[in-house]
């Protein structure tokens, strides 16, 4: 096993790296959406949205509808356009066949990113071999509001210091963005 495949380093992640990781995304499918606004899955879809990314939402039991104005997929295979990044809401066992899905698309997407709790080493090494950038355990609306500033407001300690004054996002309420820290 080489250093690049060492399952170590999914334990912790560099601040930039993950801020050049949501820089870099435009494109989302997340598997494992939910239609249930109490679900972890429909707020981070909604979070995701509201912060200008592309979020098509992928569940074999919501396919042909829509959830929060965009049509839900049944499986990654029936995306309509690439992806930057595949979002897993699922468990870590699930984990693994739905990499293999994402392993098949054309192109690959740059980036699989496995929600909190999820982690499975196996598939991440799958994917690391292709040249995807893989992310476990981590959850990219936390990582954004983090990163960001928004998750301060709430009395959370986001490890970022700063003496600049946030610039906001957009009118009305107030969101803040990764782009101007």
């Not at 356009?81 to 468990?91: A, C, S, W």
């Not at 301060?152 to 003496?163: D, E, P, Y």
């Given at each position: 096993?080489?250093?690049?495949?060492?399952?170590?380093?999914?334990?912790?992640?560099?601040?930039?790296?993950?801020?050049?990781?949501?820089?870099?995304?435009?494109?989302?499918?997340?598997?494992?959406?939910?239609?249930?606004?109490?679900?972890?899955?429909?707020?981070?879809?909604?979070?995701?949205?509201?912060?200008?990314?592309?979020v098509?939402?992928?569940?074999?039991?919501?396919?042909?509808?829509?959830?929060?104005?965009?049509?839900?997929?049944?499986?990654l295979?029936?995306?309509?356009?690439?992806?930057d990044?595949?979002?897993?809401?699922?468990?870590?066992?699930?984990?693994?066949?739905?990499?293999?899905?994402?392993?098949?698309?054309?192109?690959?997407?740059?980036?699989?990113?496995?929600?909190?709790?999820?982690?499975?080493?196996?598939?991440?090494?799958?994917?690391?071999?292709?040249?995807?950038?893989?992310?476990?355990?981590?959850?990219?609306?936390?990582?954004?509001?983090?990163?960001?500033?928004?998750?301060?407001?709430?009395?959370?300690?986001?490890?970022?210091?700063?003496?600049?004054?946030?610039?906001?996002?957009?009118?009305?309420?107030?969101?803040?963005?990764?782009?101007?820290?």
């Amino acid at each position: 096993m080489t250093d690049a495949f060492d399952p170590a380093r999914h334990d912790r992640y560099a601040d930039e790296a993950i801020r050049a990781l949501m820089r870099s995304v435009r494109t989302i499918a997340l598997v494992g959406a939910s239609a249930n606004p109490a679900r972890p899955s429909w707020i981070v879809t909604k979070y995701l949205l509201e912060r200008g990314y592309a979020v098509t939402p992928v569940n074999p039991g919501l396919a042909g509808t829509e959830l929060l104005g965009r049509p839900v997929m049944a499986r990654l295979a029936d995306l309509p356009h690439p992806v930057d990044m595949v979002e897993i809401f699922r468990n870590s066992e699930a984990a693994g066949p739905l990499v293999d899905e994402a392993l098949a698309l054309d192109p690959l997407p740059r980036v699989i990113w496995m929600q909190l709790g999820v982690r499975n080493d196996a598939a991440a090494a799958r994917a690391e071999a292709r040249g995807i950038t893989v992310v476990m355990n981590r959850c990219p609306k936390i990582e954004y509001g983090r990163l960001s500033g928004e998750i301060g407001w709430t009395g959370v300690n986001s490890r970022i210091l700063s003496a600049k004054r946030p610039k906001l996002a957009a009118k009305g309420f107030q969101k803040l963005t990764i782009e101007e820290r």
